[in-house]
């Protein structure tokens, strides 16, 4: 079983921004990727960002893309996602995830990863 706390959510106003924390615990050496996702009030879950602890390749959705960066130690298991230039649209509950799944490149899919977090509210006001 691995454990995935987040942290760092918050109220921004647009144009700010914030750095979400993602701490794990328990059986963390089969992880392979970690990701974050959110889920917007009304909308389905969607990916955000990825990260391989092979080779620390990266991989953003298009709607982030040069505003979040992902990044992570796998030493303190540990995954951050900090957030420049956020916008109301960026208004969501953001959860991380591990992956212990093989031959997946992007980790992209929700269905690839095994744990999840409880979600961090994060809330871009105009």
């Known amino acids: 079983q691995v454990q995935l706390v987040e942290s760092g959510g918050g109220l921004v106003q647009a144009g700010g921004s914030l750095r979400l924390s993602c701490a794990a615990s328990?059986?963390?050496?089969?992880?392979?990727?970690m990701g974050w996702f959110r889920q917007a009030p009304g909308k389905e879950r969607e990916f955000v960002a990825s990260i391989r602890w092979s080779d620390g390749g990266t991989y953003y959705a298009d709607s982030v893309k040069g505003r979040f960066t992902i990044s992570g130690d796998s030493a303190k298991n540990t995954v951050y996602l900090q957030m420049n230039s956020l916008t109301p649209e960026d208004t969501a509950v953001y959860y991380c995830a591990s992956s212990s799944t093989r031959g997946s490149y992007y980790y992209a899919r929700d269905v690839v990863y095994d744990y999840w977090g409880q979600g961090t509210q994060v809330t871009v006001s105009s």
């Open positions: 328990g059986r963390t050496f089969r992880s392979r990727a």
